[in-house]
């Protein structure tokens, strides 16, 4: 594809308009900085470091495994695993031997689970040693193709004398019992060789990974992406990405060789996490701090700021709902997050105040970018300079990414710019399609000026800057008698009332508009307010029809496991309430 210059004066200074070099298997990021750096630290967990060395000795050994069991090219292989150390080792084990890595969320029940797994046909499964997850991968595996379960226990990569001290007073832990036949990730490394089996692999055509998405509006669907659709958007991202390193410094990309600590807050199995926080940290040979839990500690999301601290995290990638955690922590003073020079936001749209306090509290910089789990994730970016960068929108589709606004309806006819219509993104990036889903392929999917455009379902424009707004999801459009609310813009307005630390907004049905807007809102600690307040205070910003009707508080708003408020839930609630 040769682009056209993004219609704007404010493109990064430095970043090429299209790159190339990006047609090569998943697994050749650890190798290449494995062969650079063998002895930098790739990931840190509990003060247990490994080595991209070691990282990748294991990685192969899981390959060698995997291979000694009949599971060939092609096949499928589940991970259903927090943030430990054996994420990236059994990821990159997975894609050497050929297969391709179903990432599971490890929140899932059993039903939820058993579902993917018959979904993707996984032949394979690695899963945790406890008390919670093995049992619910127990009954999950059963009526489906999973033939081989391999169990990983946290003790594997605690420091000796911990773990001999924990497993003493019974602090790892582990399943009560475990079944027959089920496998250990220690025996399967110690007994394998370092030899990945010859596998060829077509970048462009051969999958890596099937991530499931959808879950918070339907029934899960596999977005199945390719060797380089991956490979592509992480050098993108780090042509992309160009800040001042050191105080004084000049804006360049990402160094490479140990220089910089990422922090795995974000879960690795969802697209953000995995590209922008596990692939970004290994292909520039950063360390990469594993937070299996971060809502750990005493008041909730303590042990994260003390592992910001301890290991001087440099780069953090969040959901708008971190961002928050950290401003809203009573004891955030007392952390010193100065290490921190370039932060990313994504998942959701990031609240203007949210970010403001957050740079204000750490002296740390935000950029929100934009993309999905199709996009694998990363679509477009602010500009990473404080000048350019413009609060409420997603900047510019990044290198060799082409993005139109097309219409509502029928996603077929580009819209004048400035107006609001459905987003849809080209690129290297998009995945292939969903897996098995033949139908909602053709739903998504439009062939334009002789490439392929993925429907997003996310509403925007293009402003007078060539900066791409969002101005909401197509299905939480709310019609008040008629007029187009959008949710975000409440929120938006909801947010700046100091005493607000979380909001979402919905539709509700009411009998003389048609829908009516109710906003769901989270105090901050030792905060109290009425719903009158609130309701006066949207007056001063909003019109009559875009004005909460109601305010519910509530002590958490529901959300994914990655951070996004789920409206669907507070949908789903408010229609019980009214059969």
Known sequence: MTLQPWPTDKWPQGVPREISGFEKPLFSILDDSARDFPDKVY?????????????????????????????????????????????PAVYFGILKAGCVCVTCNPMYTSSELNYQLKDSGAKALFCMDHPLFYPTTVDAVKNTDVKTVVICSVKSYLPPLKAFIGGLLGK???????????????????????????????????????????????????????????????????????????????????????????????????????????????????RLVCIPDPRAGNPPFTEVLKAAEKYKVT??????????????????????????????????????????????????????????????????????????????????????????????????????RGEDGEIAITGPQIMTGYWNKPEDNKAVFREIEGHRYFLTGDIGHIDDEG?????????????????NCYPREVEEVLYTHPKVANAAVIGVPDPKSGEAVKAFVQLAPGETATEE??????????????????????????????????????????????K
Not at 59 to 87: C, M, Q, S, T
Not at 318 to 331: D, E, G, L, S
Not at 467 to 483: A, P, S
Request: proline share 6%.
């Open 43 to 87: 990931t840190i967990f509990s003060d247990s470091t490994r080595t991209f060395a070691q990282v990748k000795d294991t990685a192969d050994r899981v390959a060698n495994f995997l291979a000694g069991r009949g599971i060939k090219k092609g096949e499928r292989v589940a991970i259903f695993l927090p943030n430990l150390a054996h994420y």
């Open 172 to 286: 790892i832990p582990k399943a009560e019992k475990h079944e027959p036949g089920h496998l250990f990730f220690d025996d399967i490394v110690a007994s394998a060789i370092p030899e990945p089996p010859s596998v060829e692999i077509n970048p462009s055509e051969d999958l890596a990974v099937i991530i499931y998405t959808g879950g918070t509006t339907g029934v899960p669907k596999g977005a199945a992406l390719t060797h380089s659709n991956i490979v592509f958007d992480v050098n993108a991202l780090q042509q992309w990405m160009r800040i001042p390193q050191e105080p004084g410094g000049s804006a360049e990309m990402l160094r490479i060789g140990g220089f910089h600590s990422f922090l795995g807050v974000l879960p690795m199995y969802h697209s953000f996490g995995m590209t922008i926080v596990m692939l970004w940290s290994c292909m520039t040979a950063s």
């Open 315 to 416: 780069v953090l990638a969040a959901v708008p709902t971190i961002f928050v955690a950290f401003t809203n922590h009573p004891f955030l003073e007392k952390y010193d997050l100065s290490s921190f020079i370039g932060c990313g936001s994504g998942g959701a749209p990031l609240p203007v105040e949210v970010a403001k306090k957050f740079e204000a509290k750490t002296g740390s910089f935000i950029l929100e970018c934009y993309g999905l789990s199709e996009t694998s994730p990363l679509a477009t970016g602010n500009p990473s300079n404080k000048e350019d960068r413009k609060f409420g929108s997603v900047g510019f589709p990044i290198s060799n990414t082409n993005v139109k606004i097309l219409d509502m309806e029928l996603g077929t006819d580009e819209m004048p």
């Open 467 to 483: 900066y791409i707004i969002i101005t909401d999801r197509k299905k939480d459009l709310i019609l008040v008698g008629g007029f």
């Open 533 to 578: 307040e609130i309701i006066e205070f949207c007056k001063e910003y909003l019109t009559g029809y875009k004005r909460p009707r109601s305010v519910e508080f509530r002590d958490a708003l529901p959300t994914s496991v990655v951070g996004k408020v789920l409206r669907r839930v507070l949908r789903d609630e408010e229609l019980n309430k009214h």
